[in-house]
């Protein structure tokens, strides 16, 4: 269940969370299966959740992070690389 008015902005749009949930975990619940370029054969994708196979990279405040890894927290600014990042 994700608390009410918790959200970050993912290539703008709103994306509700619940607490100690990653950004992976509040994106593929929203039905957001695509990050962007990632890197490796998985890429753009939530595929290890471990931050092993660097799939799920995406900018964090302009910042490159895992998505598995970092919690999601209110008001970010998380984008698809392709969209902010060379
Ligand atoms: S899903 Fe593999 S590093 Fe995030």
Redesign the pocket.
């Known amino acids: 269940m994700t608390s009410a008015g918790q959200t970050f902005l993912f290539d703008g749009m709103a994306i509700p969370f619940a607490s100690n949930e990653t950004i ?1 975990m509040a994106l593929d619940r929203a039905g957001i299966r695509t990050f962007g370029s990632g890197q490796g054969s998985s890429a753009g ?12 990279i995406v900018s964090v405040d302009g910042t490159r992070m ?4 970092t919690p999601a927290r209110k008001g970010l600014q998380v984008a698809r690389i392709a969209s902010v990042l060379p």
């Open positions: 992976a994708r939530y595929f290890c959740g471990i931050g092993a196979c660097q799939a799920c895992e998505a598995c890894l």
